[in-house]
Structure formats: C-alpha cells, structure tokens
C-alpha cells in the first residue's frame, strides 16, 4: 500500500526496512527531542507511527455490504 502512495506521488518505492524495535526506539529518541530542544513541526518519527507502520492492516467491509447493502464506487488501487 505504501509503495502504492508513493508511485502516485511519482517517488520511488521502499525497498530497504529496519526491525520495527529500531523504528520504535527511534520514534521514542525524536519524541524527546523534540519535546526538549526547540524544534519546529512534528517529530519526522513517533512510536505510534512505527508501531502503525510495522503492523499488518487489513479492512474487511463485507458486514458493510451485508447489513447495509454497500458498494463502493472505487478501489482501493483506483482510489
């Protein structure tokens, strides 16, 4: 999915990774960082978004589509 936003925006690809433990103790270092020296903006890296970034999601609207009759207009490739 990732890779997917990012060709539409026209940039290249992820191919490397790091272990999500690496991701997260970063995320905790940029959280300090930024809450003790005068940095602008959001931390580039949170715990959150390495824990949002290293789990698995998946969206099933099939109880959607059941109970409720819905469609959608668009994919998730389109869209």
Known sequence: MVNAILDAAGLPPVTRTIPPQAAYAIGALCEQLWKFLPLKGEPP???????????????????????LGYQPEISIAEG
């Open 45 to 67: 890296m949170t715990r959150f978004v390495a824990k949002e970034l290293s789990t698995a999601h998946w969206f099933d609207i099939s109880a959607a589509r059941r109970d």
